[in-house]
């Protein structure tokens, strides 16, 4: 997990914690002495607190005067990473370099939108143009802008590229509001990418909040796009990768052929 070997570890010990930041999708924990704990949780790592003693199952483990902090990662394959970096300059190194788009103008956004030519779903969430928003958010952005994940960033009207950028702060800090009053002081235990408030994100087949008719997929790698084919495609079903190559000419193109598949 621990991805740099200088400055050592050791260094930290019996350091205080002066400010907690957040860079892009990673959390940084800055000491004294101009040094910067790094963490990326990526999918499947997890912050544990317990004031009295060491979290079991962590794979590390921060003791303060206040209790212990512990990170451990489900599953078998070891993503989460911890960098140690000293000075700001070697901070500024892991910033993907994302635009901020809770601090940025909507000239700022479409400038970055409009700068490279992807879908809406992969400019999202690539780091790179945008911070921190990742796969969860972007289907609830996506579904509430009433846009589809596969239109491309170049093909947006100002009047739809205003939207998503309005539809984006909002949702943010609504999530952000909500999360915040569900814990209040109290340390988060139940972070997950999927929470059932959400709209699209992980709610395949469940009926969507706008209009009723279930919710669609598109999986790929260990990831996937959930969308409302209604609110967002015009009743076009998007080709899924796996399935679609399977079933070739079967593979229904709208949510009336799939139900008729059904049926049959």
Not at 22 to 45: C, N, P, S, T
Not at 109 to 130: E, I, Y
Request: proline share 4%.
């Amino acid at each position: 997990m621990l991805r740099t070997v200088e400055p050592p570890l050791s260094q930290l010990v019996g350091l205080e914690v002066k400010e907690l930041r957040r860079l892009g999708k990673r959390i940084v924990l800055g000491f004294e002495q101009d040094l910067f704990l790094i963490i990326h949780l990526m999918i499947a790592g997890r912050f544990r607190w317990n004031e009295s003693k060491m979290p079991g199952g962590c794979l590390m483990c921060w003791k303060f005067e206040s209790g212990w902090l512990g990170l451990s990662e489900a599953g078998t394959k070891r993503r989460a990473k911890i960098h140690l970096v000293r000075g700001e300059a070697a901070l500024a190194e892991h910033d993907p370099g994302g635009l901020e788009v809770m601090e940025a103008s909507l000239e700022d956004f479409r400038s970055v939108l409009s700068a490279r030519r992807h879908t809406l779903k992969r400019a999202l969430t690539d780091p790179t143009m945008f911070s921190g928003i990742g796969n969860a958010y972007s289907d609830e952005i996506l579904l509430r802008a009433g846009l589809s994940p596969v239109r491309m960033t170049t093909q947006l009207s100002e009047a739809e590229s205003q939207r998503l950028y309005e539809t984006i702060r909002s949702l943010l800090s609504s999530w952000r509001d909500a999360l915040q009053a569900e814990w209040g002081s109290k340390f988060p235990t139940t972070v997950t990418a999927f929470h059932a408030d959400m709209a699209a994100h992980g709610k395949y087949l469940q009926p969507c909040p706008q209009c009723g008719n279930p919710i669609q997929r598109i999986r790929y790698a260990e990831n996937e796009t959930n969308y409302c084919a209604v609110c967002q495609t015009g009743g076009k079903l998007l080709a899924d990768r796996s399935l679609s190559r399977l079933l070739k000419s079967d593979w229904p193109r709208t949510l009336e052929e799939m139900e008729e598949k059904r049926k049959g």
